[in-house]
């Protein structure tokens, strides 16, 4: 008998779930910055949607900006280093800048992101990440604003990627290899 590997997709943090989430950390950030600007800078491309949830759970002036990080290489994993690929538009010179992130992973990304910016001299730096996996650091990073701490698995949805695909999923999913067919509730 023939069996077929396919990609099957598990909900992990379901829509409801992460919209709770994401505003509890709105809530803690309008807090923490009470009277005050922000500027919100979203890692491309897998930010952007935590980062238009998360916004709209601010009751701060806030505005937006955006850069992109990738790794040398092809691979999913960070290979150790980074590069800019897209820099800020505006000057984070004395602003409080949020750096919005959709997971921490091996820590490389962020800081080599945190040690660009805070030579910038930005008044308040601070990090939101929504996916912490921390048991995969190799360079020690804490973010200020956590949303989950998962496991190590691959996940995607709400923004995150597998090979560019699966970022409008509502839900964040782990993608597994399963035999038999494609079995998909998310989205
Ligand atoms: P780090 O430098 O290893 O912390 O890499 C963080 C980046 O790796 C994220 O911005 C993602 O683009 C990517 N990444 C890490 N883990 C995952 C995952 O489980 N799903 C999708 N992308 C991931
Ligand atoms: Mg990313």
Do not use: W
Request: proline letters at 2%.
């Amino acid at each position: 008998m023939r069996t077929e590997r396919a990609r099957t997709l598990r909900v992990l943090l379901p829509r409801a779930r992460i919209a709770r989430r994401v505003r509890e950390l709105g809530r803690q950030i309008t807090r923490d910055f009470r009277g005050e600007r922000v500027l919100l800078v979203g890692v491309l491309k897998g930010a952007c949607i935590f980062l238009a949830d998360l916004s709209r759970e601010i009751g701060l002036d806030a505005s937006f900006d955006f850069l992109a990080a990738g790794s040398y290489g092809q691979s999913n994993e960070t290979s150790g280093q980074v590069r800019l690929l897209k820099d800020l538009d505006t000057s984070i010179e004395g602003r409080n800048v949020i750096l919005v992130e959709d997971i921490l992973d091996t820590g490389v990304t962020l800081n080599y992101l945190v040690r660009l910016l805070r030579e910038r001299h930005p008044k308040a730096l601070r990090v939101a990440a929504l996916l912490d996996k921390a048991d995969r650091r190799v360079q020690p990073f804490e973010a200020d604003y956590v949303g989950f701490r998962i496991p190590n698995h691959f996940v995607v949805g709400y923004g995150l990627d597998y090979a560019e695909r699966y970022r409008n999923l509502r839900d964040i999913c782990v993608v597994r290899m399963r035999k038999g067919g494609v079995k998909h509730k998310a989205g």
